[in-house]
């Protein structure tokens, strides 16, 4: 199985702060990678699908982006409704998730 | 709207079994790829298991292999996960997920709708 390593696992920033989440896979992945949203007591929520292709509704400050086995998750602008959980997903048959980032609002 | 509704948990016994189901509806089910994902209180998300279209290929999270059967009904749009000899490691909420394939590569996926979960607890 493909390891996901995913950092930090929390951060606090202020409303209008820009925000980066990395998720790094052991080997190559190419392009597949998946981010979700999960809020308190909630379902996951599809964001980015392949690296960087953003799930149809989704607001557009979340971008997703890849350099080799290096992929990052951006809030341009964070907002108050993003106080979530968010984890890096790679799609394999046998798909494994990174440990999860939990942003906080200062 | 595409819906998944998840049920089948409880508290069960170290040793014993519980059979979840996950009712599918507004879509084609039969279409689809399904999965099971998991989450341990407090914890993060864990892939558990997923099954093709006409349940000819299934692929299973190494802790539950042999322990765990997922499985589907599709006349009757829904998702199975069978699971026996249950440990108190697999105490968590358990959700049904859609995969949806865009591309033709077994890679291009991503889970697109989820359930609400549903908790199962393994406990004497």
């Known amino acids: 199985d493909i390891q996901m390593t995913q950092s930090p696992s929390s951060l606090s920033a202020s409303v209008g702060d820009r925000v980066t989440i990395t998720c790094r896979a052991r080997?190559?992945?190419?392009?597949?990678l998946n981010w979700y949203q999960q809020k308190p007591g909630k379902a996951p929520k599809l964001l980015i699908y392949?690296?960087?292709s953003l799930q149809s509704g989704v607001p557009s400050r979340f971008s997703g982006s890849e350099s080799g086995t290096d992929f990052t998750l951006t809030i341009s602008s964070l907002q108050p409704e993003d106080l979530a959980t968010y984890y890096c997903?790679?799609?394999?048959?046998?798909?494994?998730f990174g440990g999860g980032t939990k942003v906080q609002i200062k | 709207e595409v819906q998944l509704v998840e049920s089948g948990g409880g508290l069960v016994q170290p040793g014993g079994s519980l059979r979840l189901s996950c009712a599918a509806s507004?879509?084609?089910?039969?279409?689809?790829?399904m999965t099971w994902v998991r989450q341990a209180p407090g914890k993060g998300l864990e892939w558990v298991a997923n099954?093709?279209?006409?349940?000819?290929?299934?692929y299973y999270v190494d802790s539950v292999k042999g322990r765990f059967t997922i499985s589907r009904d599709n006349p009757r749009n829904s998702l199975y996960l069978q699971m026996n000899s249950l440990r108190a490691g697999d105490t968590a909420v358990y959700y049904c997920?859609?995969?949806?394939?865009?591309?033709?590569?077994?890679?291009?996926?991503?889970?697109?709708?989820w359930g609400q979960g549903t908790l199962v607890t393994v406990s004497s």
């Open positions: 099954i093709k279209q006409d349940g000819s290929e299934t």
């Open positions: 507004a879509f084609t089910f039969s279409n689809y790829w």
């Open positions: 997903q790679q799609s394999d048959r046998t798909p494994t």
């Open positions: 997920a859609r995969v949806y394939y865009y591309g033709s590569g077994r890679y291009e996926n991503h889970f697109d709708y």
């Open positions: 080997q190559s992945i190419s392009r597949y």
């Open positions: 392949a690296a960087s």
